[in-house]
């Protein structure tokens, strides 16, 4: 049925008659549409969906039928193309009546076949695929005979469907891909199949022909995030820590979640390992080759842009550092029992035949003969060599004498809190005394300070001077 062009100058809406029947009228009331679809839509862009009897099109405002087939879905549209259905198992609905009020005829449907068409009504992808992904990504997936594949919003294949399980894509662009796996009805993993990683070009950065891939996730407080190389500080159970936010990777499509779908955080990070026989490599975002796979070879997480390598040579475990700016290798040490910390503000604690040292990131050893070292802040690190206390910057030059009786932890604000003999002071980074004496003091935060004296509490200000409160 065409419509006038009088009529279609005017304003079209979807109507339900007492019948619970869709037409469509004009604003003065003109049915021009009659009604007889169990569902419509208002047009959108001049487009709206009619479904009869499970089955749906898409009108224009002249009243056509655009689209060729019939569905059994159709979705929105998303940069002028929409998802449809054909096909599948059909469970009609009953016409309900709610409050007086006629509902439309529900149905489900299993079994179909999906594909994209244009504003035109043109199948620009025909419906060959069990299932296809939300279109406002850069790749959609799909998928074919149990195996998966990608396209892009114009319905041109990228990636043949080729994997038997994908992840999602993360805020870099980065999916992991998986050949081989296999779960029995249970969901439990018969087969691990082989790892690898895609990027939003459909360009394989690491080939799925490994055991895992991931970016050295991170675990605290419950919450899974990524490293962050600025981020990194040495612990005294010799591991980096990372601050970590709510991952937002989901698992897409798979029936039990596997390593991998934790492997791949929304945190900004260009490297990406993987694995085979307890052995590991790393790539960049790109796909570049850093470190090669190895046998035996271990890499923990970068930490200010230093890698950390332990290898089992000759029954020894060879460590090393591998500077990701200069593409250099550090090697420190091939002790069973040498320690080596992760880098954080160009220094590295290093434990070796009983002795404690910071090496930089060339691996010269910048200071010795330490007997505990703290977490760095501000890029100050209190250290302690026997009994006394002091601190040292990111070169490794002693910035406040190791003169102190004990001193607080960290450095805040420029200051760090000292005690000599009874008193605790405040010197700041040229060792200078900045602040009385008092009996107790605790760390600047946010440029306040908490200080006792005989027994009565104030408070430091943070200034040029010290100010109390």
């Keep these: 049925m065409l419509v006038s062009s009088s009529v279609q100058a005017q304003r079209l809406k979807a109507v339900q008659n007492e019948k619970g029947r869709y037409g469509f009228m004009t604003e003065d009331g003109t049915v021009v549409i009659k009604y007889k679809y169990d569902e419509a839509t208002p047009f959108k862009d001049g487009i709206a969906k009619i479904g009869k009897d499970g089955k749906y099109s898409l009108i224009n405002e002249d009243g056509e039928i655009i689209t060729k087939r019939k569905y059994t879905y159709i979705g929105e549209f998303y940069n002028g193309v929409c998802p449809v259905a054909e096909g599948g198992n059909t469970k009609k609905g009953v016409m309900l009546t709610t409050g007086g009020l006629i509902g439309n005829k529900a149905s489900s449907n299993t079994g179909e076949k999906w594909g994209l068409i244009d504003k035109t009504g043109k199948e620009i992808l025909k419906t060959d695929y069990e299932a296809m992904g939300d279109l406002n990504k850069k790749l959609i997936y799909v998928l074919k005979g149990k195996k998966f594949g990608f396209i892009d919003s114009a319905g041109n294949i990228i990636v043949k469907p080729t994997y038997n399980f994908i992840g999602s894509f993360n805020n870099q662009g980065i999916c992991w891909v998986n050949i081989g796996g296999k779960y029995d009805k249970k969901n439990n993993m018969v087969s691990k199949g082989k790892f690898g990683l895609i990027n939003e070009n459909g360009r394989e950065i690491i080939p799925a022909k490994y055991e895992d891939v991931g970016n050295f996730p991170v675990l605290r407080d419950k919450k899974t995030g990524a490293l962050l190389d600025e981020a990194a500080f040495y612990t005294k159970a010799d591991q980096s820590a990372f601050p970590a936010t709510k991952q937002e990777i989901q698992s897409l499509l798979l029936p039990k979640p596997h390593a991998a779908e934790s492997q791949l955080s929304s945190s900004r990070v260009d490297y990406f390992y993987f694995i085979n026989k307890k052995s590991q490599g790393l790539v960049d975002i790109h796909g570049n080759t850093i470190i090669p796979l190895t046998a035996n070879q271990a890499i923990l997480p970068p930490s200010d842009n230093m890698l950390r390598l332990a290898k089992v040579e000759k029954k020894q475990i060879a460590k090393a550092y591998y500077d990701l700016d200069a593409e250099v290798m550090v090697r420190i040490s091939s002790s069973e029992k040498g320690k080596f910390g992760a880098f954080s503000h160009n220094l590295a ?40 206390f002091g601190a040292i910057d990111s070169t490794g030059a002693v910035v406040i004498p190791i003169e102190y009786t004990n001193s607080l932890t960290s450095v805040n604000n420029g200051r760090l809190g000292v005690q000599k003999n009874a008193s605790w002071f405040y010197v700041d980074m040229k060792g200078q005394i900045v602040s009385d004496k008092y009996d107790r003091i605790g760390n600047f935060h946010q440029g306040y300070a908490s200080v006792c004296l005989n027994k009565l509490w104030g408070l430091l200000i943070c200034r040029t001077g010290l100010s109390f409160l």
């Design 349 to 388: 604690p290093v434990s070796l035949d009983d002795e404690l040292f910071f090496i930089d990131k060339k691996g010269n050893k910048v200071i010795g003969g330490l007997s505990k070292a703290f977490l760095s802040n501000e890029g100050y690190r209190v250290v302690q060599k026997g009994s006394a």
